[in-house]
């Protein structure tokens, strides 16, 4: 019967996703863990920071109220790794499909919430970018890194540190989280390489290193952004590219292979067709864009497009966006491409994650097949306090399409 190995796989499943998670999340390793034991919402309390007055001998002082604030984390978000086993399956294959599922699940859900954490990055209250460290308000100009002789690298990093610690940041509690291309070039200009042993980099969760005094992280999920410029209706063999997925024009009722967009009636209405591409959103259909092929799909999994009537705006949470064309018109392409590193106090994002990742399986009244749900349990939040511990770099990862 399909229940008789149901709680071994259950556990199987579980203990292993868990583990991989606890292995691999880089967010666990940065955020303030918070503790939810019961419900979904737990109060943040702070006292409002006080000022210094002066005090004049046999002069009555005015005494001035205590202010407090309220901030909220909450744990709603649930991302979930769903299949289905046949126990005809199990008796008749001759490859184990276990370890691979449990190897994809522990991959996405960690895309996931590491993706969802650094997202929380573009609320630091502070900023470096081409104007210096300053209050992160308004449109940030992406700085332009520089390597060799004339390197600028050292600059950045070190005044966005600069900048923290002289609010009163903890310095020898700061992080620096970088893209992972931008590893190697730190190298280069004397990061300390850990000297760990592969056991304790299998835990070290994407800790590569010290960089200007500060815990310095590779990560692949960090926050990017980018903007497609179409003023102009493409022609049919138009394409572009984002994070690995080629997605091409075609006339009008035509789209039939993957990543097939068809044509719209005016630009505005192809933008809309490009949004719902990207979204997995519409209908899919010859006259609006051909379904993605499932691997593409996943790939696609942290990009989310936003509609303008003359251009898409793309954001990722799964790093640089990648993004390339090959127009006939030469004003459509992508404008520059940013990802936003942070110099952060550890601590200073707060995560709520349930104890365990939890595995739940139905079965089918109708077959021998039993359906299996992996999923986590959590909840971000940037308290008032910790913004102010928090500096987002924009950088420019790829320059603006000629």
Known sequence: MANAFTNVVKLHYAESVQENLNKTLTSMDLAGMIDIP??????????????????????????TDVNTGNDQIVINTTPMVNFAIDILDEEDNYIDIKPEVISDASYQIKRRIDGDFFAQTVNAKWKYDTAGFGLNVGTLTPVTLVTGASQNISTVYGKAKAGLTTIGANGGNMALCVDDFQIAD??????????????????SRGF???????????????????????????????????????????????????????????AAATNQIITDAINGAGTPGASTYFLLDD?????????????????????????????????????????????????MEKGAIKMALRNSVKVDSREKSDGLVTNYFIYARYGLKVTTRSKERMCVIPVVSQAAEA
């Open 38 to 63: 019961n419900g979904t919402t737990k109060n943040l309390p702070f006292i409002k920071m006080r000022s210094t007055g002066n005090y004049t001998r046999y002069v009555a002082q005015t005494i």
């Open 186 to 203: 730190l190298t280069t200009l004397g990061m300390e390489v850990t000297g760990l042993n592969v056991a304790d980099v299998s835990y």
């Open 208 to 266: 590569q290193g010290r960089f200007g005094g500060m815990a310095t992280y590779g990560v692949s999920n960090l926050y990017s952004t980018t903007v497609f410029d179409l003023a102009t209706n493409p022609t049919a063999t138009d394409f572009f590219t984002v994070h690995g997925v080629r997605f091409t024009f075609v006339a009008n009722g035509t789209a039939a292979v993957s990543g097939d967009i068809s044509i719209g009636g005016s």
């Open 295 to 343: 691997d593409d799909r996943a790939r696609l999994s942290g990009v989310t497009a936003t509609y303008g009537a003359t251009a898409v705006t793309f954001v990722s949470k799964d790093g640089a966006v990648g993004a390339s064309s090959s127009m006939t018109n030469a004003s459509n392409n992508f404008a520059v491409q940013v990802t936003y590193n942070t110099v």
